[in-house]
T-cell receptor
């Protein structure tokens, strides 16, 4: 699995857009990029997954440049409830070993009023 | 959506006792489940892969005799922490994937183990 690097923490105010960039220089051809959110004392929750270009769902957008060596999770108009740790993971989702997720340190996002 | 439950949500035990944690996929079948451990202010660490009908596969450094895993059915995996000690106190989380769910791993809510 490709190693990922994220900022340790990010602060934001309510209503702002938060962009978290993850570096994954050694991403392989079959690897997908997946982001999870974790609140204290809870299991991680799937946010979004993508392979290239841009993916958008009801909670976030994921931007992936052509070289796929990085990706950016964009959280539009954050609220206090978006305060959490966000993890970027890279791996081949088509294999049986996909579930063996290797979590990096994650990014602690703190949203204040 | 797919739901994974864990029981108990928290447990306090005396040193030397064994504790069993259950992980259930409530509305889907999971041939493979995964167990993670998370210490305070740290990331999740994969402990083992639980395979239905076969032995679990442990990550390097995880004692298989200490952390017994049994995948009794397609919806249930159990993790037993044997002869628990204070250093085993941690947050234990399981996950499972549902076929056709966009490769999404569904995580349980976690179990907080405190060993006195």
């Amino acid at each position: 699995l490709a190693k990922t690097t994220q900022p340790i923490s990010m602060d934001s105010y309510e209503g702002q857009e938060v962009n978290i960039t993850c570096s994954h220089n050694n991403i392989a051809t079959n690897d997908y990029i997946t982001w999870y959110q974790q609140f204290p004392s809870q299991g991680p929750r799937f946010i979004i997954q993508g392979y290239k270009t841009k993916v958008t769902n009801e909670v976030a957008s994921l931007f992936i440049p052509a070289d796929r060596k990085s990706s950016t999770l964009s959280l539009p108009r954050v609220s206090l409830s978006d305060t959490a740790v966000y993890y970027c993971l890279v791996g081949d989702v088509t294999t049986d070993s996909w579930g063996k997720l290797q979590f990096g340190a994650g990014t602690q996002v703190v949203v204040t009023p | 959506g797919a739901v994974v439950s864990q029981h108990p949500s928290w447990v306090i035990c005396k040193s030397g006792t064994s504790v069993k944690i259950e992980c259930r996929s409530l509305d889907f079948q999971a041939t493979t489940m995964f167990w993670y451990r998370q210490f305070p202010k740290q990331s999740l660490m994969l402990m083992a892969t639980s395979n239905e009908g076969s032995k679990a596969t442990y990550e390097q450094g995880v004692e298989k005799d200490k952390f017994l895993i049994n995948h009794a059915s397609l919806t249930l995996s159990t993790l037993t922490v044997t002869s628990a000690h204070p250093e085993d106190s941690s947050f234990y989380i399981c996950s499972a994937s549902r076929e056709g769910a966009n490769n999404e791993q569904f995580f349980g809510p976690g179990t907080r183990l405190t060993v006195l």
